[in-house]
């Protein structure tokens, strides 16, 4: 069976990142790279189980794209998703080479 990260890239995004991270909670790992967030955007991915790992100097997003798809474990990243976004894969939807069970 194959595994699936999401690496999201995030700065102060308390408002939005509960809802991306809910739908995006069936994949096996969440990687969250944090760009200098002073409000409580770590502390809710933490609480979803999300690997959270922080930047320390912002050189745009490109730049730091490839580092935080670097943190994840498995073959398969979603890594396009943005804090403000919701994930519209649901694992009971047919991906390719992909089973959870």
């Known amino acids: 069976m194959e595994q699936i990260s999401a690496v999201i890239i995030v700065k102060n995004e308390e408002q939005n990142i509960a809802r991306c991270l809910k739908s995006i909670s069936w994949m096996e790992e969440i990687v969250v790279l944090d760009t200098g967030s ?3 955007t770590v ?8 690997k959270v790992y922080y930047l320390d100097q912002w050189e745009g997003f490109g730049k730091a794209k490839q580092p ?9 990243i979603l890594s396009i998703i943005d804090a403000d976004e919701e994930n519209g894969l649901h694992s009971e ?3 390719p080479g992909y089973s959870d069970e």
């Open 93 to 95: 939807f047919y991906i």
């Open 68 to 76: 935080a798809v670097d943190l994840a474990t498995f073959d398969w």
């Open 43 to 50: 502390n809710i991915c933490k609480n979803f189980g999300a």
């Open 38 to 40: 002073t409000d409580e």
